[in-house]
């Protein structure tokens, strides 16, 4: 469905992005992991064409078609979502409003209101602050109504950045059923997550990004039985350097 081939983003002088290639095959959920700064963010805007003339190599197909160089809205007719950090949503409209905004580039009244029905069954939340300021929800309803108001575009990659980001443990298992939900409906899924656990859980394939360059792709399964990956990369210490840790730890407190 999406194929990215050798592409570099530049910030100015600055390269973000370093010769970059990934695939995301229909109906999968396909995370892009990594820590702070690692580019996954500028990926996903330069998939979307929200940076100016990037990529500045490569190239990016969408269901067989050049996108590289597109600007957003054509990209979004084509058929691609996007739920950006930090959720974005329209503060001083309502809820209701903000969702049908999601639906602005079409024109065919009963799929939209078949769709808004989907969206607020899949969040009753939303259902009932349909007429509430989108600015005075908690930041869980405000993480919900971003990821609804992008289905209420109808489409067939829903790109995700940080949809866990400052949720309380249960928000951020409810959001990740959520996503296996709309994934399981049809929807194939690009989601970047900084909470690697939880992203691994549901999804087909993995890459991990470091410096702007992708150092490991593989299913999740085998990502997690690498132990260089598990503990460089995903944060996850294995029993025995756990235990090599807290031994060190002692001997430099009692020396």
């Known amino acids: 469905m999406l194929k990215v081939k050798n592409i570099e983003t530049f910030y100015g002088l600055i390269m973000?992005?370093?010769g970059v290639s990934l695939e995301v095959k229909?109906?999968?959920i396909v995370a892009i992991l990594g820590a702070n700064g690692a580019g996954k963010t500028t990926i996903l805007k330069t998939i979307m064409g929200l940076l100016e003339d990037q990529p500045d190599k490569g190239t990016i197909e969408f269901m067989g078609k050049r996108i590289d160089g597109k600007d957003a809205e054509e990209i979004v007719h084509l058929g691609i979502a996007y739920v950006p950090e930090g959720r974005e949503v329209f503060p001083e409209l309502s809820v209701e409003e903000n969702l049908r905004m999601g639906a602005y580039t079409r024109r065919d009244k009963k799929g939209i209101?078949?769709?808004y029905q989907r969206v607020i069954t899949h969040f009753p939340v939303l259902r009932e602050r349909k007429n509430q300021w989108a600015g005075t929800l908690s930041g869980g309803e405000q993480?919900?109504?971003a990821i609804g108001r992008a289905l209420m575009a109808r489409p067939k990659l829903l790109m995700m950045d940080e949809p866990s980001l400052g949720l309380s443990p249960i928000l951020v298992q409810e959001i990740f059923r959520i996503i296996k939900s709309i994934n399981e409906e049809g929807t194939t899924?690009?989601?970047v997550e900084?909470?690697?656990k939880m992203a691994l859980k549901i999804s087909d394939y993995a890459f991990i990004l470091e410096n702007g360059r992708i150092v490991a792709a593989n299913t999740p399964n085998y990502l997690l039985q690498d132990e260089d990956v598990r503990e460089f990369y995903?944060?996850?210490r294995s029993e025995?350097?756990?235990k090599g840790y807290q031994r060190w730890k002692r001997k430099k407190r009692w020396r």
């Open 16 to 18: 973000a992005i370093r």
């Open 26 to 28: 229909e109906g999968q």
């Open 113 to 115: 209101q078949e769709d």
């Open 143 to 145: 993480q919900m109504l």
């Open 189 to 191: 899924i690009l989601l």
């Open 194 to 196: 900084q909470n690697a």
């Open 234 to 236: 995903l944060g996850i």
């Open 240 to 242: 025995e350097s756990v």
